[in-house]
Nanobody, 118 residues
């Protein structure tokens, strides 16, 4: 059974930092892409940052220079270091593991809340 579990969300003041972590287990094939998405009420889920097994990264323009994604392929884990947080970063953050094997399969975590506020 595939499980994707996030941790590390919480409340932080503007300008602060948080680190999100995610571990995928029960997966037979190594995810080609692992990354983070976020969603706020009434809006579609949006890409924050992703990394392939070849360490190619993609970042949303709004987080470039502030967020850094890292990944451990051997452990199927991915982390997101978030610095200089802004109130507009407030959202539920979801971890994604994408497997390319006979098609594309996406696995999602349950989400972790990040709130940036005084």
């Amino acid at each position: 059974q595939v499980q994707v579990v996030e941790s590390g969300g919480g409340l932080v003041q503007p300008g602060g930092s948080l680190r999100l972590s995610c571990a995928a287990s029960g997966i037979i094939f190594r995810p080609y892409v692992m990354g983070w998405y976020r969603q706020t009420p009434g809006k579609e889920r949006e890409l924050v940052a992703t990394m392939t097994t070849f360490t190619t990264t993609k970042y949303a323009d709004s987080v470039k220079g502030r967020f850094t994604i890292s990944r451990d392929n051997a452990k199927n884990t991915v982390s997101l270091q978030m610095n200089s947080l802004k109130p507009e970063d407030t959202a539920v953050y979801y971890c994604n593991a994408q497997i390319l094997q006979g098609g594309t399969t996406n696995y999602w975590g349950q989400g972790t809340q990040v709130t940036v506020s005084y």
